[in-house]
């Protein structure tokens, strides 16, 4: 099996930046390709940004590009989401999740078999 634990989360204003990292344990060769969603309070979960397993490849929802950037470290089994311009409609759980078999569904949440707990992001005015 594998665990997910996502950190880095907290309190910040807006335009200020969050760094956001996901370790894995476990057996850490079932990761594939790996991503980030979201969740605020009352609303549905949403893509954030994925990466392929290899890092060669990473896919962004249009609401973050420009301001995250998804990067992974294979030797150390973690993947993080770099979050700078800060928005108040960012404020969510940020959960981590692995195990996406196929690219092109990376942004649904349906095809990932491993999540994390979340972690709360909260941009203030």
């Known amino acids: 099996q594998v665990q997910l634990v996502e950190s880095g989360g907290g309190l910040v204003q807006v335009g200020g930046s969050l760094r956001l990292s996901c370790a894995a344990s476990?057996?850490?060769?079932?990761?594939?390709?790996m991503g980030w969603f979201r969740q605020a309070p009352g609303k549905d979960r949403e893509f954030v940004a994925a990466?392929?397993?290899?890092?060669?490849?990473?896919l962004y929802n249009d609401f973050v590009k420009g301001r995250f950037t998804i990067s992974r470290d294979n030797a150390e089994n973690t993947v993080s989401l770099q979050m700078n311009i800060l928005k108040p409609e960012d404020t969510a759980v940020y959960s981590c999740?692995?195990?996406?078999?196929?690219?092109?569904?990376?942004?649904?949440?349906?095809?990932?078999?491993?999540w994390g707990r979340g972690t709360q992001v909260t941009v203030t005015v």
């Open positions: 999740a692995a195990g996406s078999l196929s690219w092109s569904l990376v942004n649904q949440g349906r095809t990932y078999p491993i």
């Open positions: 476990g057996r850490t060769s079932s990761l594939v390709h």
């Open positions: 990466i392929s397993s290899n890092a060669r490849l990473t």
